[in-house]
């Protein structure tokens, strides 16, 4: 069973950093295009970095630019968003997506194929 699991999820202050992971099973991510998508409570699910598979050009929406940095490790089949400086806007639902699409997990036309259940990211005083 293809399956993606996000783990790292947790309540943090402004400022506070926090790692989330990304982890496959069933099948491998090396030729997987990969994004993390988050969606605020009230509001629509928006794109917030993406990786490739073919030479890790990365990608980052504008508000999480120079604080969020993506990264994958095959060898243990997972990507990870290093989320640091964080602001209470970033608080929502945090989501993994992969597909063999750049585009896709990008945010552009059709959604991903495979996609984890997300984790929570809260961020207060």
């Known amino acids: 069973q293809l399956q993606l699991v996000e783990s790292g999820g947790g309540l943090v202050q402004p400022g506070g950093s926090l790692r989330l992971s990304c982890a496959a099973s069933g099948f491998t991510l090396d030729y997987y295009a990969i994004g993390w998508f988050r969606q605020a409570p009230g509001k629509e699910r928006d794109g917030v970095s993406c990786i490739s598979s073919s030479d890790g050009s990365t990608y980052y929406a504008d508000s999480v630019k120079g604080r969020f940095t993506i990264s994958r490790d095959n060898a243990k089949n997972t990507v990870y968003l290093q989320m640091n400086s964080l602001k209470p806007e970033d608080t929502a639902v945090y989501y993994c997506?992969?597909?063999?699409?750049?585009?896709?997990?990008?945010?552009?036309?059709?959604?991903?194929?495979?996609w984890g259940q997300g984790t929570q990211v809260t961020v207060s005083s």
């Open positions: 997506a992969a597909d063999s699409s750049l585009s896709r997990v990008a945010g552009r036309g059709l959604e991903p194929d495979y």
